[in-house]
């Protein structure tokens, strides 16, 4: 089942596998009759970019989950523009940051010419996204697919259940309250009354949002034509020759989210610049000519890497094969940017007591760790992998 991914070690799916098949019958009866209902969500706060309130949903509501975007996905993909990212097959942070290079290139006609890009982001989008609005939208999609009555009506219930459900009226505090209270009122489900946001955390809050701005998408390539069009989950991203253009686009996005998706364009979030000066997105600066990766990006794993070091004690396999897991996760991301430089400093400037377990792989594209200090074999498999950057 793929809601157990990165959550198999947990009680409540441990729980849930230990009679896997006397869970699943019983789960399977009361969708049947409906009387499903969403469990106690895990409430918490993580801090990084920035404070935000997640609810992590119970393991059994995961599985009702898959199952209802499993059921109706394919038919949603078609509808979604070929350029909207995340949360869809292939449409992740490297495929959006790829396109916005190849789209760049091509207006400029390859650094021939000047363009500008305009940078957008939606004010509180997850907590203020209204449910009745974003119910509407399934039902209408819904309603004309080419599927049975009944298989209609068990999509539209099983839809209506996990959208108005309220997570903030049966939950479990795992962040201390004095954290939690660190989240502005505006960006938390808590207060809404239940009539508007959707908790980040779970799949079809994802996938909801998406359908929700699908709205937005369709109205901007369709209505206003924009050919140099991206959006990643909330933010936008606009290019074009000409600067007014972009400026009228702008507000003409932001009167058709306050009018018809009760939402608005953060005031001031705006970037509005040439693209000579590089955009700043998805965790890279993208140029005509390069792409680098973004300071906050590169300073996160210094200071992760700093503090693995404070203990002076040798590493632990355990600590060392975490820390080969961390490495490769960052310099998987560096990979695809112009990063050999950033790399070699990374590898002989910040490893500390780490480096002399670790074995730099195809001229530091990630890292395979050793058993111990004087052993040559890599623990970890050194598959080959190529330097996939974006040029």
């Keep these: 089942m793929s809601c157990r991914r990165n959550k198999r070690r947990t009680i409540n799916a441990l729980r ?25 969500s895990i409430c918490f706060m993580v801090n990084y970019p920035k404070a935000r309130e997640i609810f992590a949903a119970d393991f059994t509501d995961r599985i009702v989950h898959h199952l209802l975007i499993n059921a109706i996905e394919k038919y949603f993909e078609k509808r979604f523009i070929f350029d909207s990212y995340a949360c869809r097959r292939e449409k992740g942070t490297h495929n959006a940051a790829a396109k916005t290079l190849k789209f760049i290139r091509t207006i400029t006609n390859n650094k021939t010419r000047n363009a500008y890009y305009l940078q957008l982001d939606i004010r509180s989008f997850f ?16 309603l004309a697919m080419k599927k049975g009555k009944n298989w209609k009506s068990d999509i539209l219930w099983l839809s209506r259940v996990i959208i108005y459900h309220d997570p903030t009226a049966n939950y479990q505090l795992k962040s201390p309250p004095v954290l939690m209270r660190k989240i502005p009122r505006h ?8 009539k508007k946001g959707l908790p980040i955390g779970n799949l079809t809050s994802q996938f909801f949002a998406n359908v929700y701005l699908n709205e937005l998408d369709q109205f901007i390539k369709r209505k206003l034509k924009v050919k140099y069009y ?15 253009q972009l400026k009228s686009w702008r507000k003409e996005i932001n009167n058709f989210l306050i009018k018809k998706l009760k939402l608005s364009l953060h005031p001031q979030k705006d970037h509005l610049r040439s693209v000579y000066q590089g955009i700043d997105f998805l965790g890279y600066v993208i140029f005509p000519s390069h792409v680098l990766v973004r300071k ?9 890497l700093y503090n693995l070091n404070q203990n002076k004690l040798p590493p632990s396999l355990k600590e060392i094969e975490k820390t080969t897991a961390l490495l490769n996760s960052y310099f998987g991301h560096f990979r ?31 890292f395979a760790h050793l058993s111990h200090p004087d052993s040559i074999f890599p623990i970890s498999s050194s598959r080959p992998i190529k330097n996939e950057n974006f040029l």
Excluded: C, M, W
């Design 16 to 40: 849930f596998e230990e009679g896997l098949e006397k869970h699943l019958l019983k789960l399977s009866a009361k969708l049947k009759s409906r009387n499903y209902s969403p469990g106690k």
């Design 230 to 244: 991206i959006r990643y989950v909330d933010d936008l991203l606009l290019l074009s020759e000409n600067k007014d």
């Design 127 to 142: 907590p203020d996204l209204d449910k009745n609005i974003l119910f509407k939208i399934i039902k209408r999609e819904v």
């Design 187 to 194: 960006k938390s489900l808590f207060g809404k009354s239940n």
């Design 336 to 366: 695809k940017a112009n990063s050999y430089s950033l790399r070699k400093v990374v590898y002989k400037k910040h490893l500390g007591k780490y480096k002399k377990f670790l074995k730099p792989q195809n001229d530091l594209l990630f």
């Design 296 to 304: 906050r990006v590169v300073d996160n794993l210094k200071t992760k």
